[in-house]
């Protein structure tokens, strides 16, 4: 009786497995960047669909902000960012989990210096824009890019393979030896 009782405290629901979550972002929700980054990742508790996936990005005064359409890789998403003026910069994601609930959400950062207010007008020296990724190019390891703002830790490692299994063995295994543990009581009352 009090094994079953704590596997089940220590085992979710199978339906909320199903949903999926974002678990970090580059940059991270709340960030502050003094440097735009060539794009913006999303990182997520399992894999993304590209067909019932929705992700927008706007810059200050709603200013259309991808550079070009997202690029998916498991559970990543990628996006092509291409910066306006400095301000606040909103990353909205809707997606479908396997159990075919939708979550949405949204990324927030604060980009400290903007693009030039007329792009158009002359500049002594001219910088050769920064060259997108295209279609074919990989994504950057999570510990890429330094942005500032708290470490989400991701939920799935790097050859992406879920933790989540590893969490279920070790809560079994406590469960175990707790009910060792009320056993041996028992045995010596």
Request: net charge positive; no cysteine.
């Amino acid at each position: 009786m009090g094994v079953a009782l704590g596997v089940s405290l220590l085992l979710p629901a199978t339906p909320a497995a199903a949903h999926n979550s974002l678990t970090g972002s580059d940059p991270a929700d709340g960030a502050r960047v003094a440097a735009a980054p060539a794009r913006i990742e999303l990182r997520f508790l399992s894999r993304v669909d590209p067909a019932t996936t929705k992700i927008t990005v706007v810059g200050p005064d709603n200013v259309p902000a991808a550079g070009a359409a997202p690029r998916f890789v498991g559970s990543r998403v990628a996006v092509p960012f291409k910066p306006g003026k400095a301000g606040l910069y909103i990353v909205g994601y809707q997606l479908s989990s396997s159990d075919g609930h939708p979550v949405k959400g949204e990324v927030r950062f604060t980009l400290t210096t903007g693009t030039p207010a007329d792009p158009a007008s002359p500049s002594p020296s001219p910088s050769p824009a920064a060259p997108s990724p295209s279609v074919g190019t990989a994504l950057p390891s999570a510990g890429a890019a330094t942005t500032a703002g708290p470490a989400v830790p991701a939920a799935d490692s790097d050859d992406g393979t879920p933790v989540w299994p590893w969490l279920v063995v070790a809560g079994l295994v406590v469960a175990g030896l707790g009910a060792a543990l009320l056993r041996r009581r028992a045995t010596r009352s």
